[in-house]
């Protein structure tokens, strides 16, 4: 079982930065993926970054050269720099660890950018 505990989110004005943080329970070190996903009302959860066990980062074409995902092991701390914010990222981003078997999932932080 991981707990997954998220912060940084918030209000924000278009073209600002958040950085959002998740925190785990036990190390993240040998996890098969770590990474963020959002979801707006109506749809489904979509990836915004992940970075995986092979060093490996995925990152959605809407966030390319905007969102930055980065990891701290020795904290068991997985990042999302956000800059350049656009009202479109508002919604609710989700954390999420992966390893072969399970996925654990955050309670989620809202994210808004007003014009």
């Known amino acids: 079982q991981v707990l997954l505990t998220e912060s940084g989110g918030g209000s924000v004005q278009a073209g600002g930065s958040l950085r959002l943080s998740c925190t785990a329970s036990r190390s993240i070190f040998g996890l098969n993926a770590v990474g963020w996903y959002r979801q707006a009302p109506g749809k489904q959860r979509e990836l915004v970054a992940q970075t995986r066990i092979s060093g490996r980062l995925n990152y959605a074409d809407s966030v390319k050269g905007r969102f930055t995902i980065s990891r701290d092991n020795a904290k068991n701390t997985v990042f999302l720099q956000m800059n350049d914010l656009k009202p479109e990222d508002t919604v609710v981003y989700y954390c999420?660890?992966?390893?072969?078997?399970?996925?654990?999932w955050g309670q989620g932080t809202q994210v808004t950018v007003s014009v």
């Open positions: 999420i660890a992966q390893s072969l078997q399970d996925e654990y």
